[in-house]
């Protein structure tokens, strides 16, 4: 599959879901929450790129980069509870989150893929 349609029905799909939790985090902040932290954009990514590709091992190669990511990740969000915390303005809180998470995601791609075994 490919094109602009297909390209276009991956967009709607992956919007409607991030819509949806959007929707249901402002009724539900706990529950937004834990589906926003689940895995749904890896399981949509996995899927377009499979069927993208149709290669197993491209799949798993990006399935270990994401487990791996989850490290600078959590320094956004502990950065981002730190500051909302002590009221931090909320532009500044994504902002100087953001920055943490560069540097870690940074020192991740410097010195993690040399740890990690491939395979």
């Known amino acids: 599959m490919s ?3 297909y390209f276009l029905i991956k967009t709607i799909i992956s919007a409607l879901l991030i ?5 249901l985090a402002k ?11 689940m ?28 487990l ?3 490290i600078p990740t959590i320094f956004f969000f502990i950065t981002a509870l730190f500051l909302f915390r ?5 532009v500044a809180v994504l902002i100087l989150s953001f920055v943490v998470f560069a540097a870690a995601a940074l020192i991740h791609q410097i010195f993690i893929p040399n ?3 491939n395979g």
């Open 39 to 66: 895995p749904l954009t890896t399981l949509l990514v996995l899927i377009w790129l499979y069927v993208d590709t149709g290669d197993y091992q491209l799949a798993a190669t990006f399935t270990r980069s994401v």
């Open 27 to 37: 009724r539900l902040p706990s529950t937004g929450g834990l589906i926003a932290a």
């Open 19 to 23: 819509a949806a939790v959007s929707e």
């Open 3 to 5: 094109g602009i349609p």
């Open 68 to 70: 791996f990511a989850i």
């Open 115 to 117: 740890v990690i075994p």
């Open 86 to 90: 002590r009221g931090v303005p909320f």
